[in-house]
């Protein structure tokens, strides 16, 4: 690398800045799930049905919290214990604390992360996923899970992550988005074939089978608001590991999985399955 600038432009690909129509007139996953952490890019209709959400599951907001902490767990796991440096994390979501990067490089600090989001929103606010630290890397794909290939070919992919060596997918709260007939099992394997032996992918998913009745209130919702929301049993979202091997203690509620400390004392108050697997 011939100076600083130089460099500098290596760590980082930035998106282009392009006009992007956010349409802020109907609700956004990702601006719905913000508006639960707490954060302040969301809009009406995200707080309209985000509020739904809310009145059949009053504990949704502790749901979100939950689920994200179980992104830091997974990824301070895969960073340290199973020496992971590469990540692609399918449906990032409006940057808030804890990205991936930041926890990955806290660790390794040569830690490459490319990250991968469908929602305008989220590219409009990619730049702050842009601050690697050390000699870590990081970039954005403004791409959708419905169409894998496309992600496996896009250069940023290839300039950021070497797929001859292992890399830590992240499915963290998408998967859910994608309806049965969409066949988000086979989109998740396309990913999950490319990448090298030793790789690993960390999976949450909102669960059919904790409280039955609140989650069929819940999707009656997402579809008034043109939300297609598939709550899912455990068994089906065990499915989208395949053939990886669990790490301990396998598909299990999230607050449930790999605790901070003291383990709750209800881990199924948060209703999303968790998991974690390596390939073989
Ligand atoms: C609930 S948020 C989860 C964010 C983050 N993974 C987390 O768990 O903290 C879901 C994210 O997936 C994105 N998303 C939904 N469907 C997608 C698709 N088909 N392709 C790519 N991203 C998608 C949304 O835009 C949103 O940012």
New binding site residues.
Partial sequence: MSNAADWMKQRTEEPPVEPVDLRIDIP???R??DFWLGGKTNFPPDRALGEAFEQAIPGIKVM?RE??RF?GRAVRYLAGEAGIRQFL??????P?EGNIHEVAQATAAESRVVY????P??LAHARALMDSTGTGRTAYIH????EPEKILADPLLSSTLDLEQPVGL?L???LM??ADADDPWGRARVLMDALAPGSYVAV?HPGADFDPVAMASVVEAAAKGQMTLVPRTREEVARFFGDWELVEPGVVPVMGWRPDGEPPADPAAAYYWSGVARKR
């Fill in positions: 956004h996953s990702a719905m799930y979100a689920n994200r992104l994390d399918i449906g990032t979501g409006i808030t991968v989001d469908n929602d929103i989220v791409a959708d899970l419905m992240t963290v709260a998408i988005l994608i949450t």
